[in-house]
């Protein structure tokens, strides 16, 4: 069964950093398009960071751009975002999701993902 875990959130101050991890299981994650995407309350779900799984291309949201940065480690199976110089805007329940076909481009709209996990809070005070 395909299975995707996130790890790695918690409480961090204004400036701090925090990585966070996707663990896949059930399958070889090393080509397959993996998305972070977060979600604050009442807010939409907004694509952060995602890396292709032809070419390995990498996409970030303007607004993190320069902070964080995501990377694939396909001995471990899995996929991080390395979060630096974190601001209380950043704080969000992180998701990472997986596209179903291998060897896709990336995107940053979560609903063109197939695979989803439970998701990882972080939150960033001031």
């Known amino acids: 069964q395909l299975q995707l875990v996130e790890s790695g959130g918690g409480l961090v101050q204004a400036g701090g950093s925090l990585t966070l991890s996707c663990a896949a299981s059930g399958f070889n994650l090393q080509y397959y398009a993996i998305g972070w995407f977060r979600q604050a309350p009442g807010m939409e779900r907004e694509g952060v960071s995602c890396i292709s799984g032809n070419d390995g291309s990498k996409y970030y949201l303007d607004s993190v751009k320069g902070r964080f940065s995501i990377s694939r480690d396909s001995a471990k199976n899995t996929v991080s975002l390395q979060m630096n110089s974190l601001k209380p805007e950043d704080t969000a329940v992180y998701y990472c999701?997986?596209?179903?076909?291998?060897?896709?481009?990336?995107?940053?709209?979560?609903?063109?993902?197939?695979?989803w996990g439970q998701g990882t809070q972080v939150t960033v005070s001031s």
């Open positions: 999701a997986a596209l179903k076909q291998q060897f896709r481009k990336c995107v940053l709209w979560a609903d063109d993902y197939d695979y």
